[in-house]
């Protein structure tokens, strides 16, 4: 089962894209899309939200274990 911080990563993967187009896509910097990958910080449900939507996901995709 994937977490959130291996969901992330796999789905930014997937689409070829560097943490850096992700935080700017979902305006947030590559440090803290590096944490979330890490599982140093939890996305907040507002970032959980833009993720989803700049990944073509659900939240609950993301959250759910």
Do not use: C, H
Not at 9 to 35: C, F, N, P, V
Not at 54 to 63: E, I, K, S
């Amino acid at each position: 089962m994937l977490n959130i911080s291996d969901k992330i990563s796999t789905l930014r993967k997937e689409r070829k894209w560097s943490q850096t187009e992700l935080a700017k896509q979902i305006d947030a910097s590559r440090e803290i899309i590096g944490k979330y990958e890490r599982g140093e910080n939890l996305p907040s449900i507002e970032m959980a939200l833009k993720m989803a939507k700049a990944f073509g996901v659900t939240v609950d995709y993301l959250v759910d274990p």
